[in-house]
C-alpha cells in the first residue's frame, strides 16, 4: 500500500473531545483549550448520551457539541467525531479527553510533532519518559505494559503507551479507522496501520489523576478489554500474514 504524506502548513485540524457525564469537569478543560489553541486547530465535543449537565456546560464555552441521541461508547463517539470532521473537510484530527486528565499544553506539543508531515499518527505517551508518568493500579499498569509488549512483537517498533486517549492523524489514517472495525482504538490500531505501512510514532506527556466524574468503562468494559482487543490483534495479524503470503506465491 502507498502511503501520501501530507504537508500538515496551512492545514486545518479538528480536536476531538468524546464526553459522558463529565459535566463536572469539561467547562476548565474547554476554557484552557480555547486559550491557547492556534487558530488552525478546532474543537468538537461528541456528547456521548450523558444523563447530566455536559451538554450545557459545553455550549456555555461556545463550543461545538455533537450531541448523541444514545450512549456509543467511546470508540463510537471517536468515530462520530472523526465522520463530522470528514465532512467538514478538516484535514487532520486530535483525540483528547475530558476528564482533565489530558493537558492542553501536551496537544500543542503533539501537535509540533506533526505539523512537518513525516508522521501519519503521534501518540501522546505519559510512559516515555519516566518523569511524565501517571500512577495507577497495578493490574491496571500489567495490562498496559503486556499490549504495549505485545504491540513491540509484533511490530519490531517500540510502544510505551498503547492505551492512550491523546493522539493526533491524518486524514489518511481517519479513514481507516472509520472503514475498520476496531475495539478501543488502542493497541489493536497501532498494530493494524503498522502492518499498513502508516508511519506511527510517539510524544512524551504527563496524565494527571482524574478528580471530578466517571469514566467511559464500566466494570463490564475491564473485565472485556483484554479479551475483545486480543481478538482484533489476532484477526488483523491472520489478515495480514495471509496477505503476505498470498502476494509471495
Not at 92 to 115: I, S, T, V, W, Y
Not at 129 to 145: K, Y
Not at 168 to 178: F, G
Request: hydrophobic fraction near 35%; include cysteine.
Amino acid at each position: 500500500m502507498e502511503i501520501i504524506p501530507l504537508i500538515i502548513n496551512s492545514m486545518k485540524g479538528l480536536i476531538i473531545i468524546p464526553a459522558y457525564n463529565e459535566g463536572p469537569s469539561i467547562r476548565p478543560v474547554l476554557e484552557q483549550l480555547h486559550a491557547c489553541l492556534p487558530d488552525e486547530l478546532d474543537l468538537v465535543v461528541v456528547n456521548d448520551g450523558s444523563k447530566d449537565e455536559t451538554y450545557t456546560e459545553v455550549i456555555n464555552t461556545g463550543t461545538k457539541c455533537l450531541n448523541l441521541p444514545c450512549n456509543l461508547g467511546y470508540t463510537g463517539a471517536l468515530k462520530s467525531g472523526l465522520r463530522y470532521g470528514i465532512e467538514e473537510n478538516y484535514d487532520f484530527f486530535g483525540f483528547m479527553d475530558a476528564d482533565g486528565q489530558h493537558r492542553p499544553e501536551d496537544m500543542l506539543a503533539l501537535h509540533n510533532d506533526f505539523k512537518n508531515g513525516e508522521q501519519d499518527l503521534i501518540v501522546g505517551s505519559r510512559w516515555l519518559h519516566q518523569s511524565t508518568g501517571q500512577t495507577s493500579t497495578a493490574g491496571r499498569r500489567i495490562g498496559m505494559q503486556f499490549f504495549s509488549w505485545l504491540a513491540q512483537k509484533l511490530t519490531d517498533q517500540k510502544f510505551s503507551d498503547t492505551t492512550s486517549g491523546m493522539k493526533m492523524m491524518n486524514q489518511n489514517v481517519a479513514k481507516e479507522i472509520l472503514h475498520k472495525k476496531f475495539g478501543d482504538l488502542h493497541a489493536e490500531v497501532l498494530i493494524y496501520l503498522h502492518d499498513r505501512g502508516y508511519r506511527i510514532s510517539e510524544t512524551p506527556i504527563i496524565v494527571h489523576e482524574r478528580e471530578t466524574g466517571t469514566s467511559m468503562y464500566s466494570f463490564n468494559d475491564a473485565l472485556l478489554y483484554p479479551m475483545k482487543n486480543l481478538i482484533f490483534i489476532a484477526i488483523f495479524k491472520l489478515n495480514s500474514w495471509t496477505l503476505k503470503k498470498v502476494s509471495s506465491e
